[in-house]
Nanobody, 124 residues
Framework: VQLVESGGGLVQAGGSLRLSCAASGLTLENYDIGWFRQAPGKEYEGVSCSRSSGSAPYYVDSVKGRFTISRDNAKNTLYLQMNSLKPEDTAVYYC??????????????????WGQGTQVTVSS
């Protein structure tokens, strides 16, 4: 079972990136799955999550209107489209299966699977 993120990089403020999270050994459409980020010296933050039920995704307030989470079940891949990037979005971004994509954000469970992370750096 593996999740592999890609798509990070260095971008100027106002730019865009699309992160991908490719799954193997599990079928993503059966899981709630989330994107998390960790900036230097800060705690992990649940950025967004997608529900296996197909109901509305969750976004943390700081990214609402700028980030979009989506899935391609045929490719068994999760995406995070990030537009209008800001320097404060700089972090390592991780995808992970979660026990629940709640109204308060993604909830990591005992059996959550994590990717290795991808660095996003936004310059001012």
């Amino acid at each position: 079972v593996q999740l592999v993120e890609s798509g990070g990089g260095l971008v100027q403020a106002g730019g865009s990136l699309r992160l991908s999270c490719a799954a193997s050994g599990l079928t993503l459409e059966n899981y709630d799955i989330g994107w998390f980020r960790q900036a230097p010296g800060k705690e992990y933050e649940g950025v967004s999550c997608s529900r296996s039920s197909g109901s509305a995704p969750y976004y943390v307030d700081s990214v609402k209107g700028r980030f979009t989470i989506s899935r391609d079940n045929a490719k068994n891949t999760l995406y995070l489209q990030m537009n209008s990037l800001k320097p404060e979005d700089t972090a390592v971004y991780y995808c992970a299966t979660v026990s629940d994509c709640s109204g308060d954000g993604p909830i990591v469970g005992e059996f959550s699977t994590w990717g290795q992370g991808t660095q996003v750096t936004v310059s001012s």
